[in-house]
């Protein structure tokens, strides 16, 4: 199993830039891709982005391709969450999550962090 924690959210204005990071632990030397998704009030969870283990691939919802960039630190086990011209409608509870099957990560993965609060005012 992996735990995942997030840490870096916070209020930001729009226009702004917020990074956020996942530090996992557990049964981290098994590769496992990592993926981002958020969770504004009232709406569904939605997939933002993701990245295999080795960082060759990564993938992002057309809302925030261009503007948000995935990455990961294997060493550190950190997967860090850049997030640049934020608008308003970015706004969520933003979770990190995990699966050992890339495949899975989009749509089911196995393993979930607690979430961070992510605030753009406008």
């Known amino acids: 199993q992996v735990q995942l924690v997030e840490s870096g959210g916070g209020l930001v204005q729009a226009g702004g830039s917020l990074r956020l990071s996942c530090s996992a632990s557990g049964r981290t030397a098994r590769p496992y891709g990592v993926g981002w998704f958020r969770q504004a009030p009232g709406k569904e969870r939605e997939f933002v982005c993701a990245?295999?283990?080795?960082?060759?691939?990564?993938d992002y919802s057309d809302s925030v391709k261009g503007r948000f960039t995935i990455s990961r630190d294997n060493t550190k086990n950190t997967v860090d969450l850049q997030m640049n011209s934020l608008k308003p409608e970015d706004t969520a509870v933003y979770y990190c999550?995990?699966?050992?099957?890339?495949?899975?990560?989009?749509?089911?993965?196995?393993?979930w962090g607690q979430g961070t609060q992510v605030t753009v005012s406008s």
């Open positions: 990245i295999t283990y080795t960082g060759s691939r990564t």
């Open positions: 999550a995990a699966d050992y099957l890339y495949a899975d990560l989009a749509r089911r993965p196995d393993y």
